[in-house]
């Protein structure tokens, strides 16, 4: 039987899945597919432990939302280092209607708390930390054609940081495994070194969505990233 | 035997309430068996909630409520009647929501409500029959009523439902289980195990004018019981300031859930979150903590983690930070007291000067309470100091505390007796590998104090002094008759020796497929537990992790990061030792055991291996790789021969033992790592041929033979 869209992106999650398990990178995975009327939806499974965090007017707004992600058990994967990657997925019927990967470095300084009273799981976590500047970073790549506006809103964009106007173009929607590897290569570029796989992944495995070009001449005239193959 | 539970005691009551107690305890009376409860349980009345002033709930008598009439009162006898009243409404209403104490829609044993006025305050017309005035109308009424005996289940049932914990944990759902399965089994025995027993409950609603100190080994429900006060005070006065803090914070999600369904109990509402104060026992600026709060509050700097493992180094940095808020609150000369009652749940985790930290931030008559275990401390070899010298002096130097002499009323020592998570078998064999008992050279660590052990339930024979003969043996009532029974014909402990890693993960995962395919376990029923460095444990699990997912079987690596869940439904939990602390599972792998089985520092490995056994509530499995496991192993069947009692000769240098097996100085360690790479370097140049082996002067290879024979 042939295999429906959302079930190629099932094999490739449980593939990226593995290669992040044998690579040290991820301690929690945390996926559900779901239907919503002729809708498919690929996302993480919510769970409610709210009020765990002392959020208050003062805490800076990246650190409540990463809170209330964590709360919330909003991530697809959790990263060995507590930074978390989201992937969302919209099928309606064999249509892929929107897709959203983000991530959301965790927020340095942070960790105070949650680590003293057991040592890391990671040893080069302390390296991270300590060559970090202290501003987290947070970015999302996102396909959303209803939302379509030429320029203003690319079908396909790159957001940086909390500024809602940050959309810049991207050509196409980029595979799950391309976005892993490019959080990878430019957060852990430690890791990425030691990666050899990553470098030699046989994409041949993959049987993601063959994504189309997104992005219109207009936007092309600007500075956009180059994501189809 | 009746007993008395001394709960809330409103002043106005009190002396009334001791010739109540003395009427009801006296030898007339002595034939009631059961539970007289002061100030318990809570119900709602038209002015809010508040506690009933006595419930006897005997086998005898059935459950008779008592209200007190005070000294002072002004009411009638409609009032009186009205409260009579309410109380009997109150308590049927909660006791009918459950069917083990129904007989079809009535109670299924007599309630009365009876009015206790001593001073005769009530004007009342003629004789009003569920009035008493004195100590004989007391007597007389709780002897001559004739009354049906309760049947003994549903007499249990009732003090079950009494004290407010029938529904206190969920179990889990489990569909279709055969008899005899792991899953059956432990489906029959989560049905047993809402029921508190009455140290637990003496030790939920009984508080003392000071602080009170909890004991009890692993298991034997500290985290219930200080989730049970929290909720008892808060409902009985909403106003008081109650904190609930812990140094593990998987602990965190624990307290929200019991808390939350145990004043529910009461009042069948959610609690007031920020008048019970849930805290980690250090915190930041994003996470409540107590030590950051009452730093904060009295204008002294708090370190934060980080700065604190700088300044005191890793092992340090928690006891540094809090002797150094210490003497800066000290500096001040008056102290916030930004508390009424403290619970300190893990507190052999904190260092003395917390407990004194805590003592100056409570408000009058400083009700810090301290839940413990001596035996679980997986960094300090110290045990805490006497109660008395935990919370400092006053000005003449004598202690700010110390245990009352006096029998009556509440105690502020309580210690909780029975273990409902391990069975005999596994607490003994997590004793003997902990301190070492069938160690060839004796124990490398041992108690000296007989009345500890007593306390945490083992009958001591023998003198605990050197060169004698001690047998250490679990008291019959120290765990529940159906923990065994329940478990009887299962294998509780195996241990698995594998010659590779790669064996060890290979039978760890077929036995975990064999679990959830055959055995009717659910993967949040196991527990995996890495022994080996914490910084090695993504790296070490990872091929686990890949060939049980291959199988379809997910799995995480539980606690780590802040708000994690510890157990997820369909997933095996992974956790490093530190992690696993205060956590439980069904069942339980040890993985790579032979980092704890023998070298320096045993006492600490021991430790770790300890604490890793006792989070089993049914089975344990623990692997390891190559000949340390025959260590281990020759410990055990020790422990099984001998029909689980400890028997040993007690030490005589127990002071150099402690030193020899205790943690290394850094200097120490890296001397030892020094010699190691010196030794290989050896070794290696012999391998490579650089180095003739016959350059070697015979007298040191013979030594290294020697060694290596010693060995095995």
Redesign the interface.
């Known amino acids: 039987m042939r295999q429906q869209p959302w079930q190629k992106v099932q094999g490739d999650i449980?593939l990226i899945?593995?290669w992040l398990?044998?690579?040290?990178l991820t301690?929690?995975?945390n996926f559900q597919y779901k239907d919503i009327g002729t809708k498919r939806i690929i996302a993480p499974k919510l769970?409610s432990?709210q009020?765990?965090?002392?959020?208050s007017k003062k805490?800076p707004k990246y650190?409540s939302e990463f809170?209330k992600i964590?709360?919330n058990?909003n991530f697809s994967f959790?990263l060995?280092d507590?930074s978390i990657i989201q992937c969302l997925y919209t099928f309606d019927g064999p249509d892929l209607i929107k897709q959203k990967f983000c991530y959301f470095e965790?927020p340095t300084g942070?960790d105070?708390?949650?680590?003293?009273?057991?040592?890391?799981?990671?040893?080069s976590l302390s390296e991270i930390n300590q060559n970090h500047w202290g501003i987290p970073t947070h970015l999302r790549i996102d396909f959303d054609p209803e939302r379509y506006d030429s320029v203003l809103h690319p079908k396909t964009h790159l957001s940086l940081g909390g500024n809602r106007d940050c959309r810049i173009p991207t050509s196409s929607p980029i595979k799950l495994i391309d976005f892993i590897e490019f959080v990878v290569k430019n957060f852990y570029h430690q890791h990425w070194n030691s990666l050899c796989e990553f470098l030699t992944i046989n994409r041949s495995n993959f049987k993601e969505l063959p994504y189309s070009i997104t992005i219109d001449k207009d936007e092309q005239s600007l500075i956009f990233l180059h994501t189809h193959q | 035997m009746l007993e008395i539970i001394h709960g809330d005691r409103p002043k106005a009551i009190s002396s009334c309430l001791d010739q109540l107690i003395s009427g009801i305890m006296s030898k007339d009376a002595t034939s009631l068996l059961g539970v007289l409860y002061l100030g318990y349980p809570l119900i709602k009345t038209p002015e809010g909630t508040r506690s009933v002033p006595a419930l006897l709930v005997s086998e005898k008598s059935g459950a008779i409520a008592f209200d007190v009439i005070p000294a002072t009162s002004e009411m009638d006898i409609t009032e009186a009647i009205q409260r009579q009243d309410n109380i009997y409404n109150e308590l049927e209403a909660k006791w009918k929501k459950f069917p083990e104490i129904l007989n079809k829609r009535n109670l299924a044993f007599k309630l009365e409500v009876v009015t206790f006025d001593p001073f005769d305050r009530i004007q009342k017309k003629n004789d009003e029959p569920f009035f008493l005035s004195n100590k004989d109308q007391l007597i007389s009424y709780l002897i001559k009523q004739s009354r049906p005996t309760i049947k003994k289940l549903i007499f249990q049932s009732l003090k079950s439902i009494v004290q407010g914990v029938s529904k206190l944990r969920t179990p889990k759902i489990r569909k279709n289980t055969s008899p005899l399965t792991l899953g059956r089994r432990m489906k029959d025995l989560d049905e047993q195990t809402a029921v508190l027993d009455i140290y637990q409950n003496r030790a939920i609603i009984e508080l003392t004018d000071s602080p009170q100190r909890i004991t009890g080994l692993a298991g034997t429900g500290k985290t219930v019981v200080i989730a049970g006060k929290a909720a008892y005070l808060h409902a009985i006065n909403p106003d008081l300031d109650i904190v609930v803090t812990f140094y593990s914070k998987t602990l965190y999600q624990q307290y929200i859930s019991l808390i939350t369904r145990l004043y529910f109990n009461h009042n069948q509402d959610e609690p007031n979150w920020k008048k019970i104060h849930l805290m980690h026992a250090w915190g930041g600026e994003n996470a409540p903590g107590l030590y950051y709060k009452v730093a904060t509050e009295n204008g002294c700097s708090p370190l934060s983690y980080r700065e604190a493992k700088e300044e005191f180094g890793f092992k340090q940095s928690w006891t540094g930070s809090c002797d150094k808020l210490l003497v800066d609150l000290k500096k001040n000369h008056k102290i916030t007291q930004l508390y009424d009652v403290i619970l300190i749940d893990e507190a052999q985790d904190m260092p003395p000067s917390f407990f004194e930290i805590c003592y100056q931030s409570t408000r009058e008559p400083h009700r810090v309470v301290w839940a413990y275990d001596e035996l679980q401390q997986l960094n300090n070899e110290e045990i805490l100091p006497e109660p008395k010298d935990l919370f400092g002096s006053n000005n003449d130097a004598s202690p700010r505390f110390t245990f009352s002499d006096s029998s009556d009323g509440p105690e502020d020592d309580i210690i909780l007796k029975v273990c409902y998570r391990n069975p005999k078998e596994i607490i003994s064999t997590a004793h003997a590998l902990g301190l070492g008992v069938y160690n060839p050279d004796g124990p490398f660590q041992m108690y000296e104090d007989s009345d500890l052990w007593n306390r945490i339930g083992y009958r001591v024979i023998g003198q605990l002094k050197p060169n004698n003969e001690v047998t250490l043996e679990r008291e019959p009532d120290a765990s529940p008759k159906y923990l065994e029974e329940f478990l009887s014909g299962t294998n509780l402990i195996e241990l698995k020796k594998c010659s590779s890693s790669e064996e060890q993960t290979q039978w760890v995962c077929e036995q975990i497929h064999q679990n959830l395919t055959s055995n009717e376990l659910q993967a949040s029923d196991i527990l995996v537990i890495f022994l080996g460095h914490p910084w090695n444990l993504l790296k070490q699990m990872a091929p686990l992790r890949l060939l049980l997912k291959n199988l379809n079987i997910n799995t995480h690596i539980a606690g780590e990061g802040p708000a994690a869940e510890y157990f997820k439904d369909d997933s095996v939990a992974i956790s490093q030792i530190y992690r696993a602390k205060g956590n439980e599972a069904p069942m339980v792998y040890i993985l790579n055991a032979e980092t704890c089985a023998a070298g320096s520092e045993l006492m600490i490995k021991r430790n770790r291996l300890f604490t890793a056994i006792t989070r089993a509530r049914g089975w344990v499995r623990i692997c390891g790789i190559g000949s340390n496991m025959d260590i281990i192993n020759s410990e055990i069947e020790l422990v099984k021969s001998n029909n689980n009692k400890l028997i040993f000769r007690f030490p005589e240098d127990l002071a150099n033992r402690r030193k020899l097996h205790g943690e290394l100085s850094n200097k120490a360690k890296n001397k030892r790592d020094k010699e190691i790479t010196n030794l290989k370097s050896v070794l290696d140049a012999i391998d490579d041929g650089s180095l003739q082996i016959d350059d070697v002067p015979p007298s040191l290879l013979e030594k290294l033979i020697k060694a290596s024979r010693k060995k095995g």
Do not use: L, M, Q, R
């Not at chain 1, 009020?51 to 959020?55: E, K, M």
């Open positions: 449980n899945t593995g398990i044998k690579n040290n301690i929690e995975e769970t432990n009020n765990y965090f002392n959020v805490t650190v809170c964590i709360e058990s959790k060995f507590h965790f942070f105070d708390i949650f680590s003293n009273d057991a040592p890391n799981t990671n040893s």
